[in-house]
């Protein structure tokens, strides 16, 4: 495919360099691996719908697409009509009498056949099709420069800071290790029974044991929200300050196996990966669960029964982190999985309730969401 007739880059380009819209590559790559896989292709709405889910942070800015979008659907109705203006005949000469008798027997001509507007093919065969297209578009000629795309992480609904600080509240502190910390109660209740300090009473320092284990819904209608996944993950394992942080992954539900990469190559059966999460884990499930399409999948929420069920008989503390918002779950299967496990939405309050959960804290996560009462 010319990287000049990629889908929807006119749209991208206007919303980046006319408006100022804090969007590059990763975002754009987004969107159509999304229409590679299915996501947004069923109607106008479904589409207008994705590109507002990965490109849009505000309401101003979902008023100004929704304004573009319309435009850019515009445009090629009205060169479509334009081509389809036959051209004013020339005034032809009168036939003779033969001739009209003739043309008076023949059958009048059927009406031509309404065209459909044309869609959009996605063949896409290099990501470097994309970089190139919206480097070359940029105004001025210039390329994206480094710190513009150091802004693209921090557009989701919780910042990778904000991630890192919840995660540290996820804590079960042991002591354990050589005593090299001062307890300054028992050392003074011993100079009270003994009357002189003789030696002071030291204990090890606290540490953080607390293990954390995600599972993540890959591919599907989840494809806009990986980059938001591969975030949990990274400052789960290197920035929470845990005692252990794992990953395992799934495709709409977890069906005999789980696997250990995003390929969903390294399979392992449920019950040896239940069995490596141990009892002491807390296991956080991010799976937008048949919101993000707005549909409702019995099969979905019978396998999800099954799961949970075998979740709750090795792990303790388990809770469900859903990347749409909350006021798209009802209706959908992600209403009904609402009712089995803890469920909250991707947002820095959502995160921090899961995270209460967790801990062992009760969230009456009912009261967050009324129409499940």
Known sequence: MNPDELPLLDLFNRLRREH???????????????????????????????????????????????????????????????????????????????????????????????????????????????????????????????????????????????????????????????????????????IGREGILLEPVMVPRRSNRAELVLLIDQDGSMVPFHALSRQLAETARRGGRLGGAGVYYFHDYPDSYMYRDPARLEAQPIPDALAAIGERAAVLIVSDAGAARGNFDPERLEQTRVFVQQLKQSVRRYAWLNPMPNDRWPGTTAGEIARLVPMFEMSRRGLDAAISALQGRYVYWEKMYPWMM
């Open 20 to 190: 100022g819209l804090l969007l590059g590559v990763e975002e754009y790559m987004a969107v159509l691996r999304a229409l590679q896989a299915g996501f947004g292709v069923e109607d106008r709405r479904a589409l207008e719908q994705l590109c507002c889910t990965v490109w849009i942070k505000s309401e101003e800015e979902a008023r100004l697409f929704h304004r573009l979008f319309e435009q850019m659907l515009a445009q090629p109705v009205a060169r479509s009509r334009e081509s389809s203006l036959p051209e004013p005949p020339e005034t032809p000469a009168a036939p003779p009498p033969e001739a009209r008798d003739t043309e008076a027997a023949q059958p009048a001509p059927s009406p031509p056949a309404q065209r459909t507007p044309p869609s959009f093919t996605l063949e896409m065969d290099e990501p470097t099709q994309v970089v190139q297209a919206v480097r070359r578009s940029t105004r001025d000629g210039l390329e994206i420069g480094r710190p513009r795309f150091s802004l693209l992480t921090e557009y989701f609904p919780v910042t990778r800071r904000q991630m890192k600080q919840s995660w540290r509240h996820l804590r079960r502190p042991v002591r354990e290790g050589p005593p090299e910390e001062l307890d300054v109660i028992a050392t003074m209740e011993k």
